[in-house]
């Protein structure tokens, strides 16, 4: 029952742009709607139904309990990449959904803050109602070496789902990103090509470090295997 989901930007965008004439509030008409038509995991694992299913009669019925009730969880499933693959506005899409509940910010906890513990990491959750699924994404984990053993000792029925992205665009986001903090950076060619003539790439570049795909993933499937993963 362990899974990595592998979605791509656009077709997250598309699952939850369905439209709508009802007067509704957005939210609710996008919870009720879209359905998060994000594909879930093959291999008959029934436990990624909630991507896709309709909304629990609880919050078609407007009996979703108000917030503040309920406990804090450890997250259930978690967006764990990649850096601009737009994962953010995958989080967005999911948490329509009333039976995810998402952590708004990133909290680094499986690469700079494991030291504060795993109550510390809870402490940090919306709480949820039975049923509901707690989320957070950070991107970094990704491509953090220690991440997937860390987040297996956690639970190994953790749901992971990778956004990924044409590596090229991506590290061209991921440095623009980069060059509006600090403008005095060199040129974008500057730092792809070792050498421009030969055209060879330096590899060891982060911004082509993280569109290695392969590689980061070989890690993951450690504690992760194939055997239990979608695309
Ligand atoms: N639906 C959809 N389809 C395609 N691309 C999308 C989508 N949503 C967000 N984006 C683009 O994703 C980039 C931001 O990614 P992230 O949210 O993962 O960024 S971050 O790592 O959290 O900083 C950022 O890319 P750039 O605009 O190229 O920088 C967003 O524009």
């Not at 362990?2 to 008409?29: F, G, K, L, M, N």
């Not at 359905?35 to 896709?52: C, E, I, P």
């Not at 809870?122 to 070496?145: A, D, H, N």
Request: charged share 25%.
């Amino acid at each position: 029952d362990r899974a990595v989901t592998i979605a791509t930007p656009a077709r997250a965008a598309a699952a939850a742009a369905a439209p709508s004439s009802s007067d509704a509030p957005r939210t609710e008409r996008l919870a009720r709607e879209s359905h998060l038509r994000t594909r879930g995991v093959t291999n008959g694992n029934k436990d990624w139904g909630f991507l896709s299913r309709k909304v629990s009669p609880r919050f078609a019925a407007g009996k979703l309990s108000p917030l503040g009730e309920g406990s804090k969880k450890l997250p259930q499933a978690l967006i764990v990449g990649v850096k601009k693959g737009g994962t953010r506005a995958l989080l967005e899409f999911l948490r329509v959904h009333p039976d995810i509940r998402a952590l708004g910010v990133e909290p680094h906890f499986f690469d700079r803050n494991y030291g504060n513990g795993l109550e510390w990491y809870r402490e940090l959750m919306p709480k949820t109602l039975e049923g509901q699924i707690t989320m957070e994404k950070t991107p970094s984990y990704f491509v953090t070496r220690e991440a997937p053993a860390r987040i297996a000792a956690m639970s190994r029925g953790t749901k992971l789902i990778v956004v990924v992205r044409d590596p090229v665009t991506r590290a061209i986001s991921d440095y623009t990103q980069t060059l509006s903090k600090r403008p005095d950076i060199p040129s974008f060619e500057s730092l792809t090509f070792k050498n421009r003539t030969t055209g060879l790439i330096d590899t060891s570049w982060s911004a082509v470090q993280i569109g290695i795909y392969a590689k980061h993933l070989d890690n993951w499937l450690q504690y992760f295997p194939m055997s239990s993963c979608c695309s």
